[in-house]
């Protein structure tokens, strides 16, 4: 006997909350255990009805949607719930895994606590997709969503990241993913790195180089579509030379006036010499 159960007949679920994974750009990724679930369900919970719409028409359903996302109230919650006493709620996002950069966290945990069975249809997530197709380490990661959008949250996040043993995921959106890449060369260093665009759908993308080399294909190209963004743990990094660039600057910094330590470091690693001459200056307060 397999470790593969056998396809669940039609109907045959319990009550409850049901967290079901669907497709990131290609309809094909729909599971047949998701179609079972979605056509079993006496409410979808949706984060765009239009969206979840257009899905559940490719597969000949029409379903009682009703609106979940974050914003959601705690009494929506439990409406929610407690059609998951005696029903079954299906809980779906736009697309892929329902609570990975996605509603659901606070839904699970409510039922959790209040008994309720949750179970779930796994299937597509843009970030395992990318990270099994990256050819960086997969024996531990980091899965950090998105990164915070102003320059000095970010610059903090990354920061918080630097020492992490681990291969780093990041969401993106094409609009920031020059800057994102700038910022994350400038604390990591020239690490090996992957962009990959457009996962499972026709204009699929998988660009690879270092963190310096990323950044400077992207500084001044905007490209269309979804995007994650994954980087080596620090034991894979690059070369010496290439090393990292937050290091380089607070040793230049000794030396240098911060003007022209970022000058010197923007160039060596091939970054935005705005940004580093931003990082230098925080480095300096931070010092005095
Ligand atoms: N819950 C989803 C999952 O499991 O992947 C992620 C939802 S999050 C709001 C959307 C982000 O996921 C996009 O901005 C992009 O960074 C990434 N993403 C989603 N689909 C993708 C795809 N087909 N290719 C690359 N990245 C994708």
């Keep these: 006997m397999s470790s593969l159960d056998n396809p669940l007949p039609d109907k045959a679920f319990d009550s409850g909350l049901y967290i079901v994974a669907t497709p990131i750009g290609n309809l094909a990724d729909l599971s047949q255990r ?42 929506d919650r439990d409406r929610l719930l407690a059609a998951a006493q005696t029903g079954v709620v299906v809980l779906v996002s736009d697309a892929g895994t329902p609570l990975i950069s996605d509603p659901g966290y606070k839904l699970v945990r409510a039922a959790r606590e209040q008994g309720i069975y949750v179970s779930t249809a796994p299937g597509p997530s843009a970030a395992i997709a990318a990270l099994s197709i990256s050819g960086l380490p997969t024996d531990k990661f980091l899965f950090a969503g998105f990164l915070p959008a102003k320059e000095k949250a970010r610059a903090a996040a990354i920061n918080g990241y630097r020492n992490i043993d681990a291969t780093l995921i990041f969401y993106e959106s094409g609009p920031r993913l020059g800057s994102a890449l700038a910022a994350l060369a400038l604390v990591l260093g020239g690490r090996g790195a992957v962009v990959a665009r457009e996962l499972t759908k026709k204009f699929e993308e998988v660009v690879t180089g270092t963190l310096p080399d990323l950044a400077a294909r992207y500084a001044n190209e905007t490209p269309k579509g979804e995007i994650v963004v994954i980087i080596s743990p620090p034991e894979a990094a690059g070369t010496a030379e ?28 091939a970054l935005d010499r705005k940004q580093v001459y931003a990082r230098a200056n925080a480095m300096k307060s931070k010092c005095s």
């Design 34 to 75: 998701a179609v079972q679930l979605l056509t079993a369900a006496d409410i979808v919970a949706v984060e765009d009805s239009r969206v979840t719409g257009k899905l559940l028409h490719h597969i000949g359903l029409k379903k009682k949607m009703r609106r979940y996302n974050d914003y959601s109230s705690a009494d």
């Design 242 to 269: 290439e090393g990292d660039a937050d290091a380089a600057l607070a040793e230049a910094l000794t030396r240098l006036p911060a003007a022209k330590a970022a000058a010197e470091i923007a160039h060596r690693f």
